[in-house]
Nanobody, 124 residues
Framework: QVQLVESGGGLVQPGGSLRLSCAASGFTLDHYAVGWFRQAPGKEREGVSC????????HYADSVKGRFIISRDNAKNTLSLQMNSLKPEDTAVYYC?????????????????WGQGTQVTVSS
């Protein structure tokens, strides 16, 4: 049974850091493109960061370049997102997802399996 479970969200002050983790079960994560998406109330879902199955192509939204880092831990079958220098506008529910084909361009419709999301709130 395919399952993705996010963890690591919470409340953090502006300028702080947070590390999100996505645990996969029922399939081998490193065979597929994977990504992080976020959605704030009243706003469209956006691709934050995605990485190809070979790890040769990595995408970051312009708004997070230089602040966020996506990575895999193949031994643990997990995906992570290290978020630094957090801003209030980063506040959203963050989702991890896996694409069976494609997915490197970080378009949500290409992704087939999704986690339930974890809330990130950046506020003083």
């Amino acid at each position: 049974q395919v399952q993705l479970v996010e963890s690591g969200g919470g409340l953090v002050q502006p300028g702080g850091s947070l590390r999100l983790s996505c645990a996969a079960s029922g399939f081998t994560l490193d065979h597929y493109a994977v990504g992080w998406f976020r959605q704030a109330p009243g706003k469209e879902r956006e691709g934050v960061s995605c990485i190809s199955s070979s790890d040769s192509v990595t995408h970051y939204a312009d708004s997070v370049k230089g602040r966020f880092i996506i990575s895999r831990d193949n031994a643990k079958n997990t995906l992570s997102l290290q978020m630094n220098s957090l801003k209030p506008e980063d506040t959203a529910v963050y989702y991890c997802a896996t694409a069976l084909w494609g997915g490197s361009s970080c378009r949500g419709y290409e992704y087939d399996y999704w986690g339930q999301g974890t809330q990130v709130t950046v506020s003083s």
